[in-house]
């Protein structure tokens, strides 16, 4: 157990909804990281934020959006919905920029329909 | 860009010895990180090379080539709950580029 948290656990939408997932990074830790993870592929890297500033993104769209909170704990949200949006989203926090070693959660497995 | 390769996947009997390799091409050097992750759970870090050379922890250790640009994960002594996903990945200021994955399947 790593001491990061996510929720919900599961998630079902439809194409064109919007959806809110949220990270409690581990005590300690300023940075949270959010990936998406297809089946059967590595996590793909969507952006970071480090002490409430994005500070990195990945190649995802504008509709791809975050915040992190001054307690560190972190959103992210979705808007229109796709299928292929369907995947598991993990967050990790680390303490500075995380090169090296992150913290993973358990996971948000989003299913669009 | 940044690209990493190893194998789909491995088989290995408990007890066994087995070596996981990765390649990778960046257009700079951040270190190589190894995570597992067993089924639909959470990646766990493992080990994270930033130098040459090998880096034990228990059963596992880790060995980096920087001129190659070539790692590996080294597990001894398998044990059937070693069984999954195991990644390589480098971290420029912090984004994981993680590899396809190697799926070990530990028999018994």
């Known amino acids: 157990e790593t001491g990061v948290t996510q929720s919900p656990t599961h998630l079902i939408k439809t194409r064109g909804q919007q959806v809110t997932l949220r990270c409690s990074s581990q005590s300690g830790h300023n940075t949270v990281s959010w990936y998406q993870q297809a089946l059967g592929q590595g996590p793909q890297f969507i952006f970071q934020?480090?002490?409430?500033?994005?500070?990195g993104r990945g190649n995802f769209p504008p509709r791809f959006s975050g915040l992190q909170f001054p307690n560190y704990s972190s959103e992210l949200n979705v808007n229109a919905l796709e299928l292929d949006d369907s995947a598991l989203y993990l967050c990790a926090s680390s303490r500075g920029t995380g090169e090296g070693e992150q913290y993973f959660g358990p996971g948000t497995r989003l299913t669009v329909t | 860009g940044q690209s990493l390769e190893q194998p789909s996947e491995v088989t290995a009997v408990e007890g066994a010895i087995v070596q996981i390799n990765c390649t990778y091409q960046t257009s700079g050097f951040y270190g190589l990180s190894w995570y597992q992750q067993h089924d639909g759970g959470a990646p766990t870090f493992l080990s994270y090379?930033?130098?040459?050379g090998l880096e034990e922890t228990g059963r596992f250790s880790s060995f980096l080539s920087r001129s190659d640009s070539y790692g590996y994960l080294l597990l001894q002594e398998l044990q059937m709950k070693d069984s999954a996903s195991y990644f390589c990945a480098v971290s420029p200021g912090g984004k994981l580029i993680f590899g396809q994955g190697t799926e070990l399947s530990v028999k018994p």
């Open positions: 934020y480090y002490r409430e500033e994005e500070n």
């Open positions: 090379n930033a130098l040459d």
